[in-house]
Structure formats: structure tokens, C-alpha cells
């Protein structure tokens, strides 16, 4: 397999690693709720509503609690797309040291990601809504 | 180019193979693998996640468009979605960016505020 990389790609992932690692490390240091610092979410304190990714940072606290009940209830999506984005960033890395990469697990077809982009828009409506079982899907559930 | 019947190394611009004797003209080109394309999809997701709303699922509906245009054979268009799920990619992560660089700018300031008060 050809390799077509810019040089700074190496650097890149070794600074989205980092990123990734430091966002953890920062809410171990900061949980969410438990203070005042964090990432917002501009578009809920616009509108008030759930975004598909509120919950997220939450969620990933909890993950890293290895408490997968209570992920899910603060971001389900979150919590089912974060093991496959783990898997792009090996491969990622596994094709920058020349290695044979994973099964790319990425769909060819157009089909399954207008599909996805359906499902998180009407993940988007369905857990803005106050009535049960949708306000499950909200963050913190209930 | 390579003769498909015996493999020998002819010519471009033969009519005949020197080997076999097989007619260049009518052999098929060589196919090309099929086209891979940078159509954004983990970035999308991640700024979906992380970032602006409507822009990560914009982003989302145009790598579907490159996976599309792919199969059909469309180079340009799906080229042409590509740079377009890129830039909603960028929209909103800066976005997202803005926003949380607006609300440390103001909390700051708050801080700095409610101490001044206090002197």
C-alpha cells in the first residue's frame, strides 16, 4: 500500500492522542458538575435544547469510572461511537509506521451514513423531549 | 504495457504482441483499484460530538454524499463533497472553539470583576 502522508501527519496524531488523553486526565481532576470549569455546549445554552453530543463529557467520566450503565444514561450514542473512533485513531496510527492496518470498519456505502446522520438527528429531537421512555435518552436520565 | 496472454513486456504503441503473436488493440486496459477518498466521516463524527449541531450532521450527510459519488463513479463530484463535509468539519469545530473561548473570556472576567469590587 502506497503511502501518501504529509509530513506533519505523525505529528498531528501524536497531538490528538494527547488531546484525548489530557481531556480525560482534566475530568478526572474536574468532574463534571462537580465545578466550574469544563467545555460548554453553545448550542444548549442558546436554545436550551440537547445537542447529540451533551452528556458526552459525562459520559466519558463515567467511562472512565468503567461504570457503562451510567455512561449511557448520560450520552448512549457517546458511549457506542467512542470504541470506534479508539479503533480509527490505532488504525491511523498502525498506516503512519507503515504497519498492515485493522479492517477499516468504515462503511463504502452511502446509504449507511445518511443513515447515521438520520438517527442522530432524531436522536437530537428524541431526547429533548420530556416524556418517558425518551427523556432516557437525556443526560443523566432519569 | 504487458501482454494478457503471455505476460511479456511490449510496447506501448504495439499493434502485436512479439511474443505470442496476441493482438494489443483489442486486450483491455489495465483496471484500476477502486478509488479510496478522504470523506471526513470520523471527523464529522467527532465534531458532531464535540462541537456545533447542525454543522457535524451537515458534515455527516456530505461524507455520505463522497461514499455515493464514489460508487457511481463521480470523481469530481465526490471530491466536490468531500471539500464540502471538510468545511462544515472546520465551521464547526471553530465554532465550538468560539464559544467555549467566549465563555472563559467571560467567566475570567467575572472573576477579575467580583475581586476588583471586593478591593
Known amino acids: 500500500m502506497s503511502i501518501h502522508h504529509k509530513p506533519h501527519e505523525p ?13 480525560c486526565v482534566f475530568l478526572l481532576v474536574f468532574p463534571p ?25 459525562r459520559a466519558l467520566y463515567q467511562l472512565l469510572h468503567v461504570n457503562v450503565a451510567a455512561a449511557f444514561r448520560c450520552n448512549p450514542f457517546f458511549v457506542l461511537i467512542a470504541p470506534w473512533l479508539v479503533w480509527q485513531y490505532v488504525n491511523w496510527g498502525l498506516r503512519l509506521v507503515g ?12 446509504w449507511a451514513l445518511y443513515a447515521l446522520a438520520a438517527a442522530l438527528t432524531v436522536f437530537a429531537v428524541l431526547r429533548n423531549l420530556p416524556w418517558w421512555p425518551f427523556n432516557l435518552l437525556a443526560p443523566g436520565g432519569p | 504495457m504487458y501482454c ?3 505476460g511479456a513486456t511490449v510496447p506501448d504503441d504495439s499493434m502485436q504482441c512479439p511474443e505470442c503473436g496476441a493482438p494489443m488493440r483489442a486486450q ?22 464535540c462541537c456545533c449541531l447542525p454543522f457535524g450532521i451537515a458534515a455527516i450527510v456530505f461524507a455520505a454524499q ?24 472546520w465551521i464547526g469545530f471553530g465554532i465550538g472553539l468560539l464559544v467555549n473561548l467566549i465563555v472563559i473570556i467571560v467567566q475570567a472576567l467575572a472573576v ?8
Not at chain 2, 483499484?33 to 466521516?41: E, F, W
Open chain 1, 33 to 57: 458538575g462537580a465545578s466550574a470549569y469544563g467545555p460548554v455546549c453553545g448550542f444548549y445554552r442558546l436554545t436550551g435544547l440537547y445537542c447529540p453530543g451533551c452528556g458526552s463529557s
Open chain 2, 112 to 119: 477579575m470583576a467580583s475581586s476588583g469590587a471586593q478591593m
Open chain 1, 11 to 23: 505529528v498531528l496524531w501524536v497531538v490528538t492522542g494527547a488531546g484525548a488523553v489530557a481531556a
Open chain 2, 66 to 89: 463522497v461514499n455515493g459519488k464514489l460508487q457511481a463513479g463521480d470523481i469530481a463530484g465526490a471530491q466536490d463533497a468531500a471539500n464540502k463535509a471538510k468545511m462544515f468539519c
Open chain 2, 28 to 49: 483491455a486496459r489495465p483496471v484500476s483499484p477502486p478509488m479510496k477518498m478522504k470523506n471526513y466521516l470520523v471527523e464529522s463524527i467527532v465534531v458532531t460530538i
Open chain 1, 99 to 110: 504497519m498492515e492496518s485493522l479492517p477499516a470498519l468504515r462503511p463504502r456505502s452511502a
Open chain 2, 4 to 6: 494478457n496472454a503471455c
